[in-house]
């Protein structure tokens, strides 16, 4: 196994680690919405300390339901790593077209070098 493979494989368990521990541990068992948003723990925290606060401003489009709005959360984070993943293969893709003619144009070079029968124009 090489080392990348090793270190890749190592972070796969890490991030599984991150994901599981929560649920083994238990953790938000105490709540009604143990996993619920930041927004949420927010918003609770806000009127219990400050009641009568009113917001400076509201949504501009609140989804029907928390079904509708996790499927927007994931259609969102869906298209950021497409664009992301994008753009990163874009970049090796142009490295290795750039490796790929920086090893051709030696070859190309010693063609170009040969002297011409005639005196150029």
């Known amino acids: 196994m090489s080392r990348n493979a090793k270190i890749n494989t190592l972070l796969l368990v890490i991030v599984a680690a991150l994901a599981v521990f929560p649920l083994v541990l238990g953790l938000g068992d ?15 925290a806000i009127t219990e300390i400050a009641p009568d606060y009113e917001p400076w401003f509201s949504p501009l489009y609140e989804p029907p339901s928390g079904e509708v709005e996790s499927a927007l959360f994931a259609l969102q984070a869906a298209l950021g790593a497409g664009v992301l993943a994008y753009y990163f293969g874009l970049r090796k893709g142009r490295r290795q077209g750039e490796a790929r003619a920086a090893a051709a144009a030696p070859g190309d070079a010693s063609r170009a070098a040969v002297p011409s029968d005639g005196p150029a124009a």
């Open 30 to 44: 105490h709540k009604e919405e143990p996993f619920a948003g930041a927004d949420a723990e927010a918003e609770t």
